[in-house]
C-alpha cells in the first residue's frame, strides 16, 4: 500500500468517480481504476460497489476510508511541520485584534519579540466581531486576539482577561429623570453609535442591539468614542477606553434597567492543524505566563 493509492482512493470518493476523480487530480482513468484495484487487492476486501455507472463505497470501503482520511490528514500535518522546521523563524506574523481587544495585551511583548526574532516582521489588523475569526479559518492571520464568537473543533483558545462594557452618551444627550433607569423603549428614541462586522457574511450579528434605534455605523472604537462625545449618539464601549472621560463626567454611564454592563472575555485564539513555528511558540507562550489587567 502507498500515500498514492490513499490519495486516489480518497479523490474518487470525494469526487464520486473515476472520471470526476481523474479530472481532479490530473491522472489518467486507467491510471486511477489500476490504483484502486491493487488497492483492493492488497487490502482484500471491495471498496466499492459497482452498479452499473454508479460506484459508491461498499460498508467495508465506508470503514476504510475514515481511517484513510485520518492518515492523510496526519501525513498534511507532518508535512507542514517539517517546512515550518526547515524554514526556521516566521519572515512574518499576522495578527487580528478584535476591536473590543485592548492593545496592550500584545503590544507589551512586541520589543520583546522584536529583539529575539529580529527577522521577524509582526503585522497587525483590526478587525470587528466574527470578522477577526474568519480570517483565521480562512488561513489569512496566525493569531486572533478577541471574544469567542465562532467556535470550530480545529481552533484552540486560550483565556486572557475579562473587560467590562459600558452603555456611554455625552451629559445631556438623554434626558432623564433623576434615579429613574432608563429602558430599551426608552433608547430608541435615540440614535445609537454601532461599529458593523467585517465579515464576509451578509447576515450581520449586532451585539447587544437595541431594536429599533436609528443607527451611526462608525469604522472603530475610535470614530466611535468621538461621535459619543460630540453628543451624536449613545453606545456601548469598552471601560478601558473612556475611563477617563467618565472620571472628568465628558461622559456619563447610562442606566439602562435591560441593558445592562456587558462583561466580555478575551482569548487568544490559533488552528489545531497549523503548527505554531518559533515565534508564534513564543509568543503563546508569554500569553500563558501573562496576567492581564482588564483596566488597561
Not at 456587558?262 to 508569554?286: C, E, N, Y
Amino acid at each position: 500500500m502507498t500515500l498514492e493509492q490513499f490519495r486516489i482512493f480518497k479523490a474518487v470518493v470525494e469526487a464520486g468517480g473515476v472520471n470526476a476523480a481523474a479530472k481532479q487530480i490530473h491522472k489518467t482513468q486507467p491510471a486511477i481504476s489500476n490504483a484502486i484495484r491493487r488497492l483492493e487487492e492488497e487490502l482484500a476486501v471491495k471498496l466499492f460497489t459497482r452498479e452499473g455507472y454508479r460506484l459508491d463505497l461498499s460498508t467495508d470501503g465506508a470503514a476504510l476510508f475514515s481511517q484513510v482520511d485520518r492518515i492523510l490528514q496526519n501525513i498534511e500535518t507532518l508535512e507542514t511541520t517539517a517546512k515550518h522546521l526547515a524554514t526556521g523563524n516566521e519572515p512574518e506574523l499576522k495578527i487580528s485584534m478584535e476591536v473590543l481587544t485592548p492593545l496592550r495585551f500584545i503590544s507589551q511583548f512586541l520589543a520583546q519579540l522584536g529583539e529575539q526574532f529580529p527577522s521577524t516582521c509582526f503585522s497587525l489588523s483590526s478587525d470587528v466581531m466574527r470578522g477577526a475569526m474568519e480570517k483565521l479559518i480562512d488561513a489569512e492571520v496566525d493569531l486572533v486576539l478577541g471574544p469567542k464568537l465562532v467556535v470550530q473543533p480545529d481552533i484552540i483558545s486560550l483565556f486572557l482577561a475579562t473587560i467590562d462594557c459600558v452603555p456611554v452618551a455625552a451629559p445631556g444627550f438623554i434626558q432623564t429623570v433623576e434615579g429613574k433607569a432608563l429602558s430599551k423603549a426608552d433608547m430608541s428614541h435615540y440614535s445609537r453609535i454601532v461599529i458593523p462586522e467585517n465579515t464576509k457574511q451578509t447576515q450581520a450579528i449586532k451585539l447587544m442591539a437595541a431594536n429599533g434605534s436609528r443607527e451611526i455605523m462608525a469604522a472603530d472604537f475610535a470614530m466611535k468614542k468621538h461621535l459619543i462625545l460630540e453628543g451624536l449618539g449613545w453606545g456601548y464601549m469598552p471601560v478601558h477606553l473612556v475611563d477617563s472621560a467618565l472620571a472628568e463626567q465628558r461622559l456619563l454611564q447610562l442606566n439602562i434597567s435591560d441593558m445592562q454592563p456587558q462583561k466580555i472575555d478575551i482569548h487568544a485564539f490559533r488552528t489545531s492543524h497549523r503548527p505554531m513555528g518559533p515565534v508564534l511558540s513564543r509568543l503563546w507562550h508569554l500569553f500563558e505566563e501573562a496576567e492581564f489587567d482588564s483596566a488597561l
